[in-house]
Nanobody, 117 residues
Framework: QVQLVESGGGLVQPGGSLRLSCTSSGSIFSSYAMGWYRQAPGKQRESVAF???????SYSDSVKGRFTISRDNAKNTVYLSMISLKPEDTAAYYCATMRPDMKPDYWGQGTQVAVSS
């Protein structure tokens, strides 16, 4: 069983930045692809970014150029660095382990990001 704990959310003004962290309890973290997802009120959960075990990264069009996903396998942690935040980035952000078919598997509890002036 893998447990994921997100942190780093908060309230930020438009144009601001945040860095989210997700730490895994799993001992084989380095072998997992990891993803970040978000869910805004009244909307479906959507993929934001993922990073494979080899370090390949992919982003949704809505965050490309503003968000950066990275991982530190020594700390069992995946990060999501967010700059130039917009009100439409307001959502609960979740990290997940990814199965080989790149579908999410284990989820964290989420961390809230609010972008507002």
């Amino acid at each position: 069983q893998v447990q994921l704990v997100e942190s780093g959310g908060g309230l930020v003004q438009p144009g601001g930045s945040l860095r989210l962290s997700c730490t895994s309890s799993g001992s084989i973290f380095s072998s997992y692809a990891m993803g970040w997802y978000r869910q805004a009120p009244g909307k479906q959960r959507e993929s934001v970014a993922f990073i494979t075990s080899a370090g390949f990264k992919s982003y949704s069009d809505s965050v490309k150029g503003r968000f950066t996903i990275s991982r530190d396998n020594a700390k069992n942690t995946v990060y999501l660095s967010m700059i130039s935040l917009k009100p439409e980035d307001t959502a609960a952000y979740y990290c997940a382990t990814m199965r080989p078919d790149m579908k999410p598997d284990y989820w964290g509890q989420g961390t809230q990001v609010a972008v507002s002036s």
